[in-house]
């Protein structure tokens, strides 16, 4: 499958895989509907990670920030656990560029407990329950209205690095197409990410 992959990185757009113009401006299309610009401060939040522990992003950040990916389920989702397992495969490289990395989804904190344990990740996953913060962000999903779906709630796979003051320093979007047209099944990868956080 051909990847679509557009950064944000101040007000230019950057293609990391080379695709057809078309598809470019159909993902720069939907996902500049998504979420607070570069430059913005992003939306306080305070969500508890996969142990319990109440956090924000000031005590998720590095020196630089944190760098937090908004998923769907690692419940339910291969993609999205995909992605996070890449993501723990290339945390030192994150932190050695000064960035933590955190994911965040709808789960519970049991959920991601137990992923956590069965898959040994370090890195801050975040129970968004109620999808408080997604919908703060303005990243859900809309595809998913009906309430009785399990994806009612989910965000549009969408990443932001911000800093330890919540401004937004990048964003990272995926596929073009929301959830009914399977955009959430490519991803970004962590070292286009670091490259791009590199790059600044």
């Given at each position: 499958m051909i990847r679509s992959v557009m950064i944000a990185l101040g007000l230019s757009l950057v293609p990391v895989s080379a695709q057809a113009q078309s598809a470019i401006e159909a993902a720069s299309e939907s996902a500049s509907q998504f979420g607070p610009v570069v430059g913005a401060v992003a939306p306080p939040f305070s969500v508890s990670d996969a142990t319990g522990q109440i956090r924000t992003v000031a005590d998720l950040s590095g020196e630089e920030g944190v760098v937090i990916y908004f998923n769907r389920s690692l419940g339910w989702c291969p993609f999205c656990l995909r992605q996070t397992l890449e993501?723990?495969?290339?945390?030192d490289r994150f932190g050695a560029a000064g960035w933590n990395v955190a994911v965040l989804t709808y789960d519970s904190v049991d959920t991601l407990a137990q992923v956590a344990e069965r898959r040994g990740l370090s890195m801050a996953l975040l129970a968004d329950e109620g999808s408080l913060v997604i919908d703060a962000f303005g990243v859900r999903d809309p595809v998913y209205a009906d309430p009785d779906h399990q994806a009612y709630g989910v965000p549009y796979p969408i990443a932001f690095a911000l800093r330890p003051n919540g401004e937004v320093a990048a964003r990272f979007w995926h596929e073009?197409?929301?959830?009914?047209?399977?955009?959430?099944?490519?991803?970004?990868?962590?070292l286009d990410v670091i490259n791009a956080l590199q790059a600044r």
């Open positions: 993501l723990e495969e290339h945390l073009a197409g929301l959830g009914e047209q399977r955009g959430y099944a490519t991803r970004v990868s962590a």
